[in-house]
């Protein structure tokens, strides 16, 4: 158990539709990370945040968005969901988010959009 | 990913066998993360390597890191069952996103 924590684990929904996954980082973590893994795209960096705010940003589409609630857990909100949105996603936490910093993940959420 | 290229893409070996994969980066690199996955779980975090020339252990896992060849190897000695699963590299080479390698599959065979 990483003591990061992600909800819910699986979730089911038709296009169009608009879900928030939501990530919980281990005590004392500043900096939360989004990871979108696919069999074909692999595991992809979408976004970083940092005690609340916008660190990096990787191959995030402009359909999703995420943010930092100052108790540090997170949400990413997808929406126009595509049949190529399902996969699953990661959420990671570390404690500093700069430099060589150990991530921690989350057990994921398989996001399933029929 | 194109930055990271892991080798081979998948194994299968026989219980007790030595295996190595490696991970080679296009771009230079300044540090490097191993991670192992079951299929369809989370990341478990094995290993960070931060110099060149580091090489780190945990149990029969040993991973070190070339900076010259811009190369990491990870190595497991007599491989075991419980070794079985997917292996990612991953490392920040352009500046606060990890990128990860597209994966080694291992399978270990009793």
């Known amino acids: 158990d990483s003591g990061v924590t992600q909800t819910p684990k699986h979730l089911i929904t038709a296009t169009g539709q608009r879900v928030t996954l939501r990530c919980s980082p281990r005590?004392?973590?500043?900096?939360v990370y989004w990871y979108q893994q696919s069999l074909d795209q692999g595991l992809q960096f979408l976004i970083q945040?940092?005690?609340?705010?916008?660190?990096a940003k990787g191959n995030i589409l402009e359909r999703f968005s995420a943010q930092q609630f100052p108790d540090l857990h997170s949400e990413l909100n997808l929406s126009s969901l595509e049949l190529g949105d399902s996969a699953l996603y990661f959420c990671?936490?570390?404690?500093?988010?700069?430099?060589?910093?150990?991530?921690?993940f989350g057990p994921g959420t398989r996001l399933t959009v029929l | 990913s194109q930055e990271l290229e892991q080798s081979p893409q998948s194994l299968i070996v026989q219980e007790g066998k030595n295996l190595t994969i490696n991970c080679t980066s296009s771009?230079?690199?300044?540090?490097l993360y191993w991670y192992k996955q079951k299929y369809g779980e989370g990341l478990i975090f094995l290993m960070m390597?931060?110099?060149?020339?580091e090489e780190k252990s945990h149990e029969k896992i040993t991973a070190k890191l070339d900076e010259k060849k811009q190369q990491s190897s990870l190595h497991i000695t007599a491989s075991q069952p419980s070794h079985a699963g997917i292996y990612l590299c991953?490392?920040?080479?352009?500046?606060?996103?990890?990128?990860f390698g597209q994966g080694t599959e291992l399978s270990v065979k009793p």
């Open positions: 990671a936490s570390s404690r500093r988010g700069y430099g060589l910093d150990e991530q921690f």
């Open positions: 005590s004392g973590d500043l900096s």
């Open positions: 945040y940092y005690n609340g705010e916008e660190r």
């Open positions: 771009k230079t690199l300044y540090g």
């Open positions: 390597l931060q110099k060149g020339g």
């Open positions: 991953g490392a920040d080479i352009y500046g606060g996103k990890l990128i």
